[in-house]
């Protein structure tokens, strides 16, 4: 006998309909495009939230002998061009915390833990992108640091950690350390990558610099050679927990 079924559907927020939660903690607008840009793109048009938050300013640091801007202005720019960039990847959130550019070992790695931690318990992810230990910026390193403290194993749920490259730090310092043994075949997001990365206008340079358009796509390329597909994002699996 057939029977008439009522379904419900009870919408209890709009997590609800995320797939997975990633946070991407990085120390200066830009590195989350030159690390993960095609990833982020693929985990958004996978219904996945995905924040981004950065830890320095990204642009204290540089001479300013030359500038007709000050340095409020300067920094609120290059918010702006991170913003642009997100929206692009279809990033849910950004944050910036506007620590020392270039200059996170002159304050207390706890503090730095401390942000990442506050993310974690407010964001709840299943993963965090963020960078990778041998790398030559110093900025860069701590970030990594934090990251795997704020991560250790002491809860019920802890977030997988993975690291990716930046170009331009990762490949400069020396004895190069990047070990991937995670490839994300980014193909149909490489053009969107590049066209976000193109919102950083005072970061891009000219081929053969490392963050040129050309050679971002030569690296994407690389990767994919290495995991058999046309273009590839490569990271670092540091600890997942299953």
Known sequence: MLT??????????????YVMRVLVVVAHPDDEVLGAGGTILKHTKNNDFVKVIYLATG?????????????????????NDAK???KILNVAKTDFYDLPDNKMDSIPLLEIVKIIEGEI???????????HYGDLNIDHRLTYS?????CRPISKK???????EIASSTEWNYPYSFNPNYFINIEKQID??????KMYKNEMRKFPHPRSTQNLEKISARWGSVSGTKYAEAFEIIRKIE
């Open 4 to 17: 008439n079924k009522i379904i419900v559907i009870v919408n209890i927020g709009k997590d609800f309909f």
């Open 59 to 79: 642009i204290t640091s540089r001479d300013k002998s030359n500038e007709k801007k000050s340095m409020k202005e300067q920094i609120d720019s290059l918010r």
């Open 84 to 86: 642009k960039a997100c």
């Open 121 to 131: 318990k407010k964001e709840k992810p299943d993963r965090i992108y963020t960078h």
């Open 146 to 150: 934090a990251c795997l403290t704020a």
């Open 158 to 164: 802890i977030p997988e950690l993975i690291c990716f």
């Open 192 to 197: 969107k990558k590049i066209q976000a990365m």
